[in-house]
């Protein structure tokens, strides 16, 4: 308690001469009055409990401006005139008076309260008064105190300084420090608290050779330098980050964020500084020149869970999560229960309501976005795939497909159906069947020509804005099926009796899966030729080329009669055919040149249909662009860009001058940037695909009148849950139904909504869209046009500058230019979809690799942060500016107030408790016990220090030497006090101390659980030492993820992976991994300082049981059985694996006795020894006997152990 | 007030339980050391170190609770809350004056009325109103306490589920069973206290709702499988025989008693005494998996088939537990979530789960099991009186999540029985007579088990929580 009777009082300004007169006052006035109540431990919990509600520190609920919390402001008059503590004389003070004032509008606590103070406490706070009102400032949040290490007692025993803190203690309490451990065991217990493993026994041996001290600084030395050393702490770093590898709650999906656990492995190996370590995880995007690996640190705090259930408030959830790092950053780098004071002000920290949502509000200015991590070789092979796709470009050409053929239209004389189709004949030679669609039909067309010798012919299948989906078949989505194809012909001049042309081969541009050209004309009725092959290609023109068997020739001309037999499935009917007739052509140019002939041909005949269909649109620059959530900027190229944060029901506003011509059509483009989720278009990050929008309803006033719209069209429409989702569906009146894009993130997409009527010149447009479904999913970019050709407009799959390229009069366009529209002819036209293939291939950016990360929101763009009454998210109040905890630490002037300042102000030397926090953590793992026992509670509720001058020792001693954790774990295991034996003293003895809370003995802890998972697997030499990647999934128990949402599964990682570091284990938050979940590990749902060490009966069955343990038994089994050396040797060895050290003779017998019998048993086939053997080669019987004995050494008690 | 976690003499008590052969964890002692609480050391410890006995605050009416959580929200207007009125305005969107502020997962607020799908009639002496698709219930309603007027702070079924078990939204927080098992420890020592199964669906909440959050983790909640063996890792592995497994546990126990001797940690001890439970767990969890022992009128009772997992198998499997000593079943059924075709959700559910719920009941009257076992049934939240269709989603006729009123029943373990229990007004929109909030039925549970809900408290992160948090009131008029 000395420690509190010597701090200073609760100045701030430490240091100064005027703090050293107060102190000296304060001394000396607490030594002239008599010895009061304990302030700490007494008086302070019924002033909080009782006062401090309305005379603490919140300033929003102070009553009567007084203030109970501060000596001086207690001691001060009130306006009154009245004091409410006169030290030294109770019978003066206000408080005392109200204390026991019976009038109900005087008495304190008011009667409104229902509090009221004991006799016993009224006492105690007049007793406290009358020794002089003392307040004794909290420990931790005065800064560390300079202090020498004591003499010790007893010279010889201290190593270094933290033994001569110790020893004063241990003769304080009378106790005597315990011999040092034997070497095996001490050894043992620093490889597992310094890398999580056992030493093997080669390295024991080694160690053994020079167990002295040197040889200890060495096996100290050796073990910081391991890369396992990362491994083990960095693990327990995790514990406070709660990491996961997948979101939590109901779905529980997997997210990308290991690249941050291999960030943390790392930096600790190369011991970075913790001050850095600090800097780095909270706020590295805003160090200047950030790193990709300062970006990576970032994702300490998207640690936090993410709820995608379809019913939640994405933002409710944000808000939880905000909580939860507030929380976090309070329990790691403070010690403090910050979460207390969400609600209200914290009821026994000075943590007031305000300053939490300040603290807040630092954590809270940030995005979230996913950083993409292309490795640097990945990005080189990245560029030269690119090249490689740009040659394949250019030589696309030459893959064009050609036709020995001269082709040409037959001009169309009759098209008939059976079932009353209507059949009309078009000027371009095709037919267009229209009326209710029949489910089966046979068409028949008519066709002619004067050409001589025709040996093919081709079925043209066109759209038409007449078809479903413009077709090219007339059942909804515009497939159809051709059961057969007939051909018969005559002359055209004196029609005869038909002759029947007989077919021998069919082709066709695609093909539909089970559904090929060759059964239009395989004879059969039940089979046929259909289109769609799926990525969104079904709704083009197709065709299907059929040769006959001999050439067909009439002088005169040639009518052909072809059949078109509809006879599969309902209403796949052809909407539009074609007929092309043709003749073979001889060509003698060479194939290359002739396939560029013919793809420039083909380029032409595209250009000018293209041409034909372009219209000339004119973006519209919005006037104003607003929004319910997110911020939208107007942009140079009058597209708009939407930041900041959205919710399931956003509404765009967007106002736009009169355009000088009518609008006929309104094109809306939705548009990728590298800013959105997965580059847009939307900016849904969660429940659905990244980067989906869904624009449920579009509507457009025009001169303060809605615009009605006579069609929608749309490049690509696609839903990522449920039904279609067109453009059409975004203006019919319904938001629940709209237009979506799905499935093609990244990409520019765009619809067109045509006016009923025209709009005139002149009018204002105001455009308001709606967007949302069961998740986010506003849109990120988009740009308005609007056209005034006569026709309207249809969307197009066309970029907008190739478009604007098309409404160049022809002749215009530069070389350059028209190589542009060529190109993307080539990279589309269904001809060269295999060439097209690869090179799309190509050009896919490297993915797969990203991790979460946090970016601070731009300086224009803040996002406000607000106190939330009584802690809920629907309850804010007023804003908050970001600020730090005034009774810690005061911000440092000149820093920013963002999270890098924050970090500075975490990580100065003027913030009393971090170091301390952070020691007395590594100070827990050592020795099970931290210096406070409650590691995560630095406030007045945690108990206090058993060794408070050690403590402020070695946070200074820390700070002083760069926040070295390495340092600082040499440090205290090359103690005298860490060496200890850890012998128990029996109940009763002097030394008994069960807690060791004074450190007569070394540390004795049952393992962490990924620490007992690794020794076995050290032990049986299965260990894989690859460090790094994606989580991986270890065997476990069937039936773990019986009750997980959505049967999840676990997908049993093979080889290796199997038996890498348990770090690596993928870890599902909703159904843990089973043997963690068993040995106390966190599932990752909140930040934890501290892990329980519980021992139970299903642990037993775990270490008996468990698919895992057999498995490492077997292995030890088969090593043990080809071992050389006599039964006792390979009993020592097996021994010295599990626990360290050699066996003694009792043990051995023991041991030797069970694998005798074990071995008669599988000998005499008792006992099947293949099942217990496992796989492996090698003397079966043996091998069990030795997997048996293996197993019974993994369940000791001494293997789980730190001993 | 004692800012204390641990009382000054608690070191006493250990070393006083420690003489008495029970190895105690280092964990074990906070669980001893709950406010008023007052370990039975005479009595034999639980399974687990930190299980034993304990006595509550004062002398409950219910010793064990049998808690059948239906998983994804029950209709209640298609199985306990009959509202004529609706069948009038079907089609009509609710006034706003009804709707008020409320948030919905997916509908809009003024989405229209969808009218009750099923016939409701009056049954058993108390009269009381059940639905046509329960009628087995129906035959049992005069055992049973039926609260139509249960409210809830959640409207999403991961959050939903963890507020009720936890009584907070977000996980991290000890389950209603771990809270049970922390006050009243455990008196079998052959099957773990605190048994959850689940059949049908995953669960939206995980592995938070038996979770003993930040109280010891000797707490949680073991999950006794459909599949494999019953409990994790309980069979012999491949080739060990009964035999081998004994010779392991003797050897085991040989070398660690030898260390004990040397090193002197009791952490050793109880050890050597969780090895000892888990042999005994081998053979009582097949023990109590075989129901070869029960009559075949049991069996057709809850139409049970005791080789096929189901709700019925697990409902007798619950009575049993309860007679082996088990102090908590959580048993989930999920699959309620009725956001298209309520009619075809109810009926099939109901078919699933209502001849066994209503059999466990009688099952437990008939064997005199019911008056000291709580069973409770019921979801996260109800179902809106307005219709959900969606057409992006392909859903029409279903009802969406209804955090202000649903129904739930309870019977057994001192609560009243053949009463009903607070209303709801003629929409079944709102609470309009005696509501029972979420944290009032925690605080009612704990009353029967003999908490007062506001001192069953546990010092963690700088403060005492509870499970109500600051809210629960004890509903008296539903206790015997």
Redesign the interface.
Known sequence: MEHRRSTRPSTRRAGSTLAALALWLRLTAVATFAAGPDFTTEVRPILSQHCFKCHGPDDLSRKSGLRLDLRDAAVRPAKSGAVAVVAGKPAESELVRRLHATDPDEVMPPPSTRQTLTAAEKKTLEAWIAAGADYVPHWAFQRPREVSPPESPDPDWPRNAIDRFVAKTLRQRGLEPSAPSDPHTLARRVSLDLIGLPPTPEEMEGFLRDPGDAGYERWVDRLLASPRYGERWGRRWMDLARYADTNGYEKDRTRSIWPWRDWVIRSLNADMPFDRFTLEQLAGDLLPGATRDQRIATGFHRNTMLNEEGGIDPLEFRFHAMTDRVATTGTTWLGLTLGCAQCHTHKYDPIPHREYYRMMAFLNNADEPDLDLVEPADEARHRADLTEADALVERLPESFPIEEAHWSTATLLEARSQKGSEGRRLDDQSALFTGPAPDTDTLTLVVSTTESGVDRLRLETLLDDALPKRGPGRVAHGNFVLSELKITAAPLTSPGPPRRVVPTRAQADVEQSGFPAGQAIDGQLQTGWAVDVGGGRLNQPHHLTVQFQEPVSFPGGTRFEITLEHQNAAQHLIGRPRIQLGRPAADPRPLAERRRAAAEAAFERWLAEARKQVVRWTPLKPTSATSTLPRLTIQDDASVFADGDISKSDTYRLAFQAPAAPVTAVRLEAMPDPRLPKQGPGMAYYEGPKGDFFLGELTLSAGGRAVAWASATQSHGKNAFGAEATAAHAVDGDPQTGWSTAGREGQRHEAVFVPKEPIPAGSELRLEMLFGRHYACSLGRFRVSATAHPAGARASSLPAELQDLLMAPEGSLTEAQKADLRRHFLLTTPELAEAQARIARLRQRPTGRTTLVLQERPADHPRPTFLHRRGEFLQPAERVEAGVLSAVAEFPQGLPRNRLGLARWLVSPENPLTARVTVNRQWQALFGRGLVRTTEDFGYQGDSPSHPELLDWLAIDFMRHGWSLKRLHRQIVLSATYRQSSRIRPGGSPGHDPENRWLARGPSVRLEAEVIRDAALRASGLLSETMGGPGVYPPQPAGVMEAAWGGAAWPTSQGADRHRRSLYTFTKRTAPFAMFNTFDAPTGESCLARRDTSNTPLQALTLLNDVFFIEVAQAMGRDLARAHGTVGERLRLAFQRCLSRPPSADELATLETFWRNQLARFRSRDLDAAAVAGPGDGPLEERAAWAALARALLNLDEMITKG | ?N?LPFPPDH?GR??FL?ECGV?L???ALAGLLTDGLRARASTPPG????LAPKSPHFAGTARRVIHLFMGGAPSQLELFDSKPALAKLEGRPLPPSVIGGQ????IRPDAAVLGPRFKFARHGQSGTEISEVLPHLAKIVDDICLVRSVRTDQ?????AQIFFNTGFS???RPSLGSWVLYGLGSESQNL?AFV?M?TA????????LW?SGFL???H?G??L?????P???????????G???R??LD??A???R??LG???????A???A??E??FR??TSAPELMDLRGESRETLAMYGADPDKPSFARACLLARRMIERGVRFVNL?HEGWDAHSDVVGNVRSNAATTDKASAALVTDLRQRGLLDDTLVIWGGEFGRTPMVES?????RSQGR??HPQAYSMWLAGGGIRAGVSHGATDELGFHVVENPVHVHDLQATILHCLGFDHEKLTF?H???DYRLTDVHGQVVRAILA
């Open positions: 007030m800012p070191v250990r070393q420690r190895g964890g280092k964990i399974t687990g170190p930190g948030r919905y997962a997916f409207f999403n079924h991961a959050p977000q996980p991290g773990p959850v689940s669906g995953g669960l939206s909440g995980g592995a938070a979770s010891p983790t000797v949680t073991v999950r499988r459909n599949q494999g063996p409990i994790l890792n309980v069979d012999h592995p491949p080739g060990i025989d035999r081998l497994q010779d392991t050897l085991v040989d070398l660690n030898r260390r040397e090193v002197g940690d009791p952490e050793i109880t050890r050597i969780s090895y439970m888990a767990l081998q989930y969606n057409p992006a989603l392909g969406d999540h010092h992160a700088g403060r």
